[in-house]
Structures are given as structure tokens and as C-alpha cells.
T-cell receptor, first 109, second 116 residues
Framework: GQNIDQPTEMTATEGAIVQINCTYQ??????LFWYQQHAGEAPTFLSY??LDGLEEKGRFSSFLSRSKGYSYLLLKELQMKDSASYLC??????????WGAGTKLIIKP | GAVVSQHPSRVICKSGTSVKIECRSL??????MFWYRQFPKQSLMLMAT?????????EQGVEKDKFLINHASLTLSTLTVTSAHPEDSSFYIC????????????FGPGTRLTVL
């Protein structure tokens, strides 16, 4: 079957760094997306990895290891506005995104 | 990036009425649109995949006669919740995939449906 495994909730301090891990199993693979979702809003795109390695985009970086079925999202210089849910979504062979419940990130001052 | 709009953003209706939600791709042509539903503190659940000019493909457990989907053009898909009941109250989100970039989906802002 297809499944996503992420921590349910994480807490970090403003200004710090946090890494959100994701392991996945899919039928085929066409890349992995990370989305941010604030409460009551639709997801917004953060990153896309299709090859192994690290993709850096400002304060956010995303890493992928296809052989391990593993990805992480790294958030640096955390700000209060980064409090949100972070969704790891691999894309299967049918180009459909597979969604887990996401990781709720709580930032404390 | 590409923009997807949804209308209305919020709707409150009485039980038994029907509600139509529109999803539009504003600056690109979307051959495929996806309709999701999300209950509080739960993951996005794919309801159906809609391809322009053809019938939608519904996920298991989603009643196609209750959730009517029409994708009549490359920029518009509609979801009609027929005979809505309180258990249909949820956050409905559409996303669109362009002809040019098959890998990326662009999300609309979502529609909050409350059925009294």
C-alpha cells in the first residue's frame, strides 16, 4: 500500500532550526512535495525534490533519498509565522499526490 | 506561480439544499483538476480527479451522485454537493495541474462549507 509517516507535532523556539522527517511508500515515484498549511487555509507549495540530494530555497531546504524512501524539510531562523502544519506529499506513478496528516509545528518565543 | 481561485470561500446552507463550488485556473490551462476534502486536524482526502471533457474519476467511498463534478473547460471545474447534510460540512479544496508541467499542482484557497 501507500503511506506517509511524519511526526504528528513538533515544537521549536523562534530563531532556531528544526528538521521535519518524512518516510514514505508509494506505487511508483514522481518526486516529493512539501507544502505548508496554516489553520483554515489551503496548502501552499514549499519545495519539490525528484532527485536525491538537498534543495535549498531561502530559509527552507528539502532533502530526498529515494532509495531510503526518506525526505526531510529543514527550516532555519524560525519565525512565529512558521507555525503551521507541514505536509510531505510524494507523487505516485499516476502523478497523484499521496497525503499524510502532516506535522503540526509550534513555534515558541 | 500559477493562480487557482475558488468561489465561494465560505458558504452556510440548510440541510437538504445543494451547493455549487467553482474552481478556476486564472492564468493557465488545467487539463486535470482535483477535488479534496479536509476535516479538522485530518489530512487532505482526494475525492475525485476531473479531466476536461470527460467524466470524473471518484475515489473509493465517494458518492458520485452526491458530489457532482463538471469540468467543461480547461479553466473551470465545478463541484456540486447535492442534498447537503451536516456531515458534509468540511473544507473543500481544489487543485489544478497544467498541460505544461505535469508534476506540479496548484491549490485554490479552499471553500468552507457549513450545513446547518
Amino acid at each position: 500500500g501507500q503511506n506517509i509517516d511524519q511526526p504528528t507535532e513538533m515544537t521549536a523556539t523562534e530563531g532556531a532550526i528544526v528538521q521535519i522527517n518524512c518516510t514514505y511508500q508509494t506505487s511508483g515515484f514522481n518526486g516529493l512535495f512539501w507544502y505548508q498549511q496554516h489553520a483554515g487555509e489551503a496548502p501552499t507549495f514549499l519545495s519539490y525534490n525528484v532527485l536525491d540530494g538537498l534543495e535549498e530555497k531561502g530559509r527552507f531546504s528539502s532533502f530526498l533519498s529515494r532509495s531510503k524512501g526518506y525526505s526531510y524539510l529543514l527550516l532555519k531562523e524560525l519565525q512565529m509565522k512558521d507555525s503551521a502544519s507541514y505536509l510531505c506529499a510524494p507523487m505516485d506513478s499516476n502523478y497523484q499526490l499521496i497525503w499524510g496528516a502532516g506535522t503540526k509545528l509550534i513555534i515558541k518565543p | 506561480g500559477a493562480v487557482v481561485s475558488q468561489h465561494p470561500s465560505r458558504v452556510i446552507c440548510k440541510s437538504g439544499t445543494s451547493v455549487k463550488i467553482e474552481c478556476r485556473s486564472l492564468d493557465f490551462q488545467a487539463t486535470t483538476m482535483f477535488w479534496y476534502r479536509q476535516f479538522p486536524k485530518q489530512s487532505l482526502m482526494l475525492m475525485a480527479t476531473s479531466n476536461e471533457g470527460s467524466k470524473a474519476t471518484y475515489e473509493q467511498g465517494v458518492e458520485k451522485d452526491k458530489f457532482l463534478i463538471n469540468h467543461a473547460s480547461l479553466t473551470l471545474s465545478t463541484l456540486t454537493v447535492t442534498s447537503a447534510h451536516p456531515e458534509d460540512s468540511s473544507f473543500y479544496i481544489c487543485s489544478a495541474r497544467s498541460q505544461q508541467d505535469y508534476n506540479e499542482q496548484f491549490f485554490g484557497p479552499g471553500t468552507r462549507l457549513t450545513v446547518l
